[in-house]
């Protein structure tokens, strides 16, 4: 166990503390006065909601503003949407609302995780593989710069685990990669990137989710490694994002025995990790955030009133995506009342949140312009640095039969056959748009994750009548899937064509891949799929240049910083 842990059970809690940096003005010590407790509690909870149109007195819209008018939640998480739908319900329940609402969304590689028409970056694992500190930090920028233009003050970005079990179904290319020191300088720059424009950072999810098999969505992962081992590799990126001034830390719905007293309960309930760790050892005075309450590693076995007392008990200090706020703010106030959390406890969270708020300027003004949205969010430059980032990002694993030297040689005929799994839209028309601009003969069939035998027969039927064959994939993370993998009929299909001619694979998603597919001649990671990575990818295979090093260690037999590079031709 570490010390600091069991430090944490036999006195009183560091959250409890209000951080001397976290100066009370008069606005804030009036409001820690005047607001009755229910208030107070509500002011912690933090409700989802989608970013689509809707009317404002479209019934949709009921029960979000119910929460802002008779809860009067602190604060909203808002989901995907363009980005002046998402502004204008964001303005619309700002002015409803008594106390300016704390807006935060999952802003991961870019806006365009949740933006449509948003500046899209590569994952992570993609600027990992680029390894750039400054590309971490534009990557921040711009993402805040957007973000901010469109209403949402706080982002769940960026991810701090370390990526270093292939199995993981959850982190997978959300991390910046495997080694420690590496992940932990990116952070940094990326937290640096993000709050030098002006939105507050999160690192997650503490202390670390990279070491495990099993998505959170479903169940509790267990990591069973020692303190000495998470104190040398999962801490290490939190240690780094909090130097370089993180404002939030998001919990990880992960049991860790190793620092618990050997009891298996999710970091996000355990006072040892979120109080002994996190505050008393790593010295964080900011805000502790819940990963999302509604996740199956909490509802199975503490219900929503439950999680929500346990989770602020063990150190957190907004309560985020609870299944039912009326019910969270009713156990909260319950235990409030019979002493089982105390009010100088609730009084640490709300000061925290309301200086958090007044450092946003939320008091002077809560609203956002809608004619500037169009100047800022998706702007050229924003996206001519997403593509050069996205260009260094790629990574050249194997080209054993010289199928990418054949293609950066010059127009060759060649089949490219696609596929998506039902997490992502369509891949790859970017893709052979561009090889078609450049002149290369592309005979193209898409598969997707409804695709049946005959279908997989019309793709065999596209490979066989060219003498080079590319597959593009997109198989990437998702809550709730619980694996990552190719489909069966796809990875026997890509194994048929490489027996009869060379055969590339490009991962637009997952990098990894070859265990199921190791018969494949060339191989390039792409990391996601999206436009620009489309484009990056098209320059590239016909003679851009080609630098990326793995940030991981790759199986089978790949380690981290191995990469073929390829001048510019």
């Given at each position: 166990?570490?010390?600091?842990?069991?430090?944490?059970?036999?006195?009183p809690?560091?959250?409890?503390?209000?951080?001397?940096?976290?100066?009370?003005?008069?606005?804030?010590?009036?409001?820690?006065?005047?607001?009755?407790?229910?208030?107070?509690?509500?002011q912690?909870?933090?409700?989802?909601?989608?970013?689509?149109?809707?009317?404002?007195?479209?019934?949709?819209?009921?029960?979000?503003?119910?929460?802002?008018?008779?809860?009067?939640?602190?604060?909203?998480?808002?989901?995907?949407?363009?980005?002046?739908?998402i502004?204008?319900?964001?303005?619309?329940l700002?002015?409803?609302?008594?106390?300016?609402?704390?807006?935060?969304?999952?802003?991961?590689?870019?806006?365009?995780?949740?933006?449509?028409?948003?500046?899209?970056?590569?994952?992570?694992?993609?600027?990992?593989?680029?390894?750039?500190?400054?590309?971490?930090?534009?990557?921040?920028?711009?993402?805040?710069?957007?973000?901010?233009?469109?209403?949402?003050?706080?982002?769940?970005?960026?991810?701090?685990?370390?990526?270093?079990?292939?199995?993981?179904?959850?982190?997978?290319?959300?991390?910046?990669?495997?080694?420690?020191?590496q992940?932990?300088?990116?952070?940094?720059?990326?937290?640096?990137?993000?709050?030098?424009?002006g939105?507050?950072?999160?690192?997650?999810?503490?202390?670390?989710?990279?070491?495990?098999?099993?998505?959170?969505?479903?169940?509790?992962p267990?990591?069973?490694?020692?303190?000495?081992?998470?104190?040398?590799?999962?801490?290490?990126?939190?240690?780094?994002?909090?130097?370089?001034?993180?404002?939030?830390?998001?919990?990880?719905?992960?049991?860790?025995?190793?620092?618990?007293?050997?009891?298996?309960?999710?970091?996000?309930?355990?006072?040892?990790?979120?109080?002994?760790v996190?505050?008393?050892?790593?010295?964080?005075?900011?805000?502790?955030?819940?990963?999302?309450?509604?996740?199956?590693?909490?509802?199975?076995?503490?219900?929503?009133?439950?999680?929500?007392?346990?989770?602020?008990?063990?150190?957190?200090?907004?309560?985020?995506?609870?299944?039912?706020?009326?019910?969270?703010?009713?156990s909260?106030?319950?235990?409030?009342?019979?002493?089982?959390?105390?009010?100088?406890?609730?009084?640490?969270?709300?000061?925290?949140?309301?200086?958090?708020?007044?450092?946003?300027?939320?008091?002077?003004?809560?609203?956002?312009?809608?004619?500037?949205?169009?100047?800022?969010?998706?702007?050229?430059?924003?996206?001519?640095?997403?593509?050069?980032?996205?260009?260094?990002?790629?990574?050249?694993?194997?080209?054993?039969?010289g199928?990418?030297?054949?293609?950066?040689?010059?127009?060759?005929?060649?089949?490219?056959?696609?596929?998506?799994?039902?997490?992502?839209?369509?891949?790859?028309?970017?893709?052979?748009?561009?090889?078609?601009r450049?002149?290369?003969?592309v005979?193209?069939?898409?598969?997707?994750?409804?695709?049946?035998?005959?279908?997989?027969d019309?793709?065999?039927?596209?490979?066989?009548?060219?003498?080079?064959?590319?597959?593009?994939?997109?198989?990437?993370v998702?809550?709730?899937?619980?694996?990552?993998?190719?489909?069966?009929?796809?990875?026997?299909?890509?194994?048929?064509?490489?027996?009869?001619?060379?055969?590339?694979?490009?991962?637009?998603g997952?990098?990894?891949?070859?265990?199921?597919?190791?018969?494949?001649?060339?191989?390039?990671?792409?990391?996601?799929?999206?436009?620009?990575?489309?484009?990056?990818?098209?320059?590239?295979?016909?003679?851009?240049?080609?630098?990326?090093?793995?940030?991981?260690?790759?199986?089978?037999?790949?380690?981290?910083?191995?990469?073929?590079?390829?001048?510019?031709?």
């Open positions: 166990m570490a010390p600091a842990a069991a430090r944490a059970q036999s006195r809690a560091a959250s409890a503390r209000a951080p001397a940096s976290h100066r009370t003005s008069a606005r804030v010590a009036r409001l820690l006065r005047t607001l009755t407790l229910r208030q107070k509690v509500a912690l909870v933090m409700p989802w909601i989608p970013g689509t149109y809707a009317g404002f007195d479209d019934r949709a819209l009921d029960r979000v503003r119910a929460w802002v008018d008779s809860l009067r939640v602190g604060g909203i998480i808002v989901s995907v949407g363009s980005p002046l739908d502004a204008a319900k964001l303005n619309f700002q002015r409803r609302s008594k106390l300016p609402l704390l807006v935060a969304s999952d802003l991961e590689g870019g806006t365009s995780f949740r933006f449509a028409g948003g500046t899209p970056f590569p994952t992570n694992m993609g600027v990992g593989a680029a390894g750039s500190e400054r590309d971490a930090y534009q990557m921040g920028r711009v993402t805040a710069s957007e973000g901010r233009a469109a209403g949402i003050h706080l982002t769940f970005s960026p991810d701090a685990d370390v990526n270093n079990n292939p199995a993981n179904p959850i982190i997978n290319t959300r991390s910046f990669g495997g080694n420690a020191a992940v932990a300088k990116l952070v940094a720059a990326a937290v640096r990137g993000t709050q030098d424009a939105m507050v950072a999160t690192a997650k999810h503490f202390p670390g989710h990279g070491d495990t098999d099993t998505d959170s969505h479903i169940a509790l267990i990591i069973r490694a020692d303190w000495r081992r998470i104190d040398s590799l999962e801490l290490v990126p939190f240690r780094a994002a909090i130097a370089a001034g993180v404002k939030v830390v998001m919990s990880a719905h992960i049991a860790l025995p190793a620092l618990e007293n050997g009891a298996t309960v999710p970091a996000t309930l355990a006072p040892e990790i979120l109080t002994g996190l505050r008393d050892s790593l010295g964080f005075t900011g805000m502790v955030v819940t990963d999302a309450l509604d996740m199956g590693a909490l509802v199975k076995n503490y219900g929503p009133g439950e999680s929500a007392i346990r989770a602020f008990l063990a150190g957190s200090d907004l309560l985020l995506m609870p299944t039912d706020p009326r019910q969270a703010i009713d909260m106030v319950a235990a409030i009342r019979s002493g089982r959390v105390p009010r100088a406890r609730l009084d640490a969270s709300l000061r925290r949140l309301l200086v958090m708020k007044e450092q946003l300027g939320l008091f002077r003004r809560r609203t956002v312009n809608l004619d500037s949205l169009g100047y800022i969010v998706g702007r050229r430059a924003h996206r001519d640095t997403a593509l050069a980032v996205s260009a260094r990002s790629l990574v050249l694993v194997r080209d054993s039969l199928l990418v030297d054949s293609l950066r040689a010059g127009p060759r005929p060649l089949a490219v056959i696609t596929f998506a799994d039902g997490n992502s839209g369509p891949v790859g028309a970017t893709l052979l748009a561009e090889l078609g450049r002149g290369y003969p005979t193209a069939f898409r598969l997707g994750a409804a695709s049946g035998p005959a279908s997989y019309s793709a065999a039927a596209v490979a066989r009548a060219a003498p080079l064959a590319l597959f593009a994939t997109s198989v990437r998702a809550a709730w899937k619980g694996a990552i993998a190719l489909p069966d009929p796809l990875a026997r299909l890509i194994e048929a064509s490489a027996a009869a001619r060379p055969t590339g694979l490009i991962s637009f997952t990098p990894y891949l070859l265990p199921q597919t190791p018969s494949v001649s060339a191989y390039l990671l792409a990391w996601t799929d999206n436009p620009l990575t489309e484009e990056a990818v098209a320059a590239a295979l016909t003679g851009a240049a080609l630098g990326g090093h793995l940030p991981i260690d790759l199986p089978p037999g790949y380690p981290i910083g191995f990469g073929i590079q390829k001048a510019a031709r």
